[in-house]
Protein backbone atom coordinates (compact mmCIF):
# COMPACT_ATOMS: atom_id res chain seq x y z
CA UNK A 1 0.00 0.00 0.00
CA UNK A 2 2.80 2.71 1.26
CA UNK A 3 4.84 1.41 -1.78
CA UNK A 4 2.09 1.89 -3.87
CA UNK A 5 1.34 5.19 -2.81
CA UNK A 6 5.25 6.11 -3.53
CA UNK A 7 4.75 5.19 -6.90
CA UNK A 8 1.75 7.24 -7.52
CA UNK A 9 2.59 10.90 -9.13
CA UNK A 10 -0.47 13.06 -7.70
CA UNK A 11 1.93 15.14 -5.45
CA UNK A 12 3.64 16.57 -8.73
CA UNK A 13 0.77 18.63 -9.22
CA UNK A 14 1.49 20.44 -5.59
CA UNK A 15 5.44 20.32 -6.56
CA UNK A 16 6.72 23.87 -6.11
CA UNK A 17 8.93 23.39 -9.35
CA UNK A 18 6.23 22.32 -11.61
CA UNK A 19 6.01 23.70 -14.72
CA UNK A 20 9.66 25.06 -14.71
CA UNK A 21 11.07 24.55 -18.36
CA UNK A 22 14.50 25.21 -17.12
CA UNK A 23 17.52 22.58 -16.23
CA UNK A 24 17.56 24.14 -12.60
CA UNK A 25 16.73 20.95 -11.16
CA UNK A 26 18.89 18.76 -13.06
CA UNK A 27 22.66 20.69 -13.23
CA UNK A 28 24.93 18.78 -15.58
CA UNK A 29 27.70 19.67 -12.66
CA UNK A 30 26.53 19.42 -9.21
CA UNK A 31 29.34 21.38 -7.71
CA UNK A 32 27.99 24.05 -10.16
CA UNK A 33 26.50 24.95 -6.04
CA UNK A 34 24.88 28.67 -7.61
CA UNK A 35 22.41 26.49 -9.38
CA UNK A 36 22.36 23.90 -6.47
CA UNK A 37 21.46 26.28 -3.83
CA UNK A 38 19.02 27.96 -6.33
CA UNK A 39 17.25 24.41 -6.69
CA UNK A 40 17.28 23.67 -2.93
CA UNK A 41 15.87 27.05 -2.19
CA UNK A 42 12.48 26.21 -4.68
CA UNK A 43 12.83 22.78 -2.52
CA UNK A 44 13.10 24.37 1.32
CA UNK A 45 9.46 25.79 0.49
CA UNK A 46 7.65 23.12 -1.32
CA UNK A 47 4.80 20.84 -0.20
CA UNK A 48 5.85 17.96 -1.32
CA UNK A 49 9.33 17.73 -0.43
CA UNK A 50 8.97 14.49 1.74
CA UNK A 51 7.18 12.57 -1.30
CA UNK A 52 9.54 13.80 -3.60
CA UNK A 53 12.21 12.15 -1.59
CA UNK A 54 10.98 9.50 -1.17
CA UNK A 55 9.77 8.53 -4.28
CA UNK A 56 13.36 9.66 -5.88
CA UNK A 57 14.89 7.06 -3.74
CA UNK A 58 12.53 4.25 -3.87
CA UNK A 59 12.38 4.35 -8.22
CA UNK A 60 16.22 4.91 -7.67
CA UNK A 61 16.84 8.26 -9.83
CA UNK A 62 20.69 9.09 -10.15
CA UNK A 63 20.55 12.49 -11.57
CA UNK A 64 19.27 15.63 -10.37
CA UNK A 65 17.81 17.71 -7.09
CA UNK A 66 15.28 15.23 -5.39
CA UNK A 67 13.49 16.48 -2.27
CA UNK A 68 15.95 19.54 -1.74
CA UNK A 69 18.98 17.40 -1.85
CA UNK A 70 21.68 16.40 -5.18
CA UNK A 71 22.30 12.49 -6.16
CA UNK A 72 25.31 12.66 -4.03
CA UNK A 73 23.22 13.59 -0.72
CA UNK A 74 20.58 10.74 -1.80
CA UNK A 75 23.08 8.22 -1.76
CA UNK A 76 24.56 8.84 1.70
CA UNK A 77 21.08 9.25 3.17
CA UNK A 78 20.44 5.68 1.09
CA UNK A 79 23.05 4.38 2.86
CA UNK A 80 22.34 5.75 6.59
CA UNK A 81 18.98 4.56 5.63
CA UNK A 82 20.17 1.16 4.77
CA UNK A 83 22.87 0.70 8.21
CA UNK A 84 19.85 1.86 10.54
CA UNK A 85 17.78 -1.19 8.60
CA UNK A 86 20.42 -3.65 9.13
CA UNK A 87 20.94 -2.35 12.45
CA UNK A 88 17.37 -2.77 13.30
CA UNK A 89 16.58 -6.26 12.31
S1 LIG B 1 11.12 19.01 -3.45
FE1 LIG B 1 12.10 20.25 -5.03
S2 LIG B 1 12.39 18.89 -6.79
FE2 LIG B 1 10.90 17.92 -5.40
S3 LIG B 1 8.89 18.53 -6.16
FE3 LIG B 1 9.49 20.02 -4.60
S4 LIG B 1 10.51 21.70 -5.66
FE4 LIG B 1 10.41 19.93 -7.07
Redesign the pocket.
Same mark, same amino acid.
Request: include cysteine.
Given at each position: MFEQALMETE @? !?E $? *????G !?VDDL?FPVNESDFARVRA *??A =??E #??? =? !?A?? $?AY?IETGQTE #?? @? #??LTSRERRQLRRKWKSASRRAS
Amino acid at each position: MFEQALMETE @W !RE $L *AACAG !RVDDLFFPVNESDFARVRA *AKA =VCE #GCP =V !RAEC $LAYSIETGQTE #GI @W #GGLTSRERRQLRRKWKSASRRAS
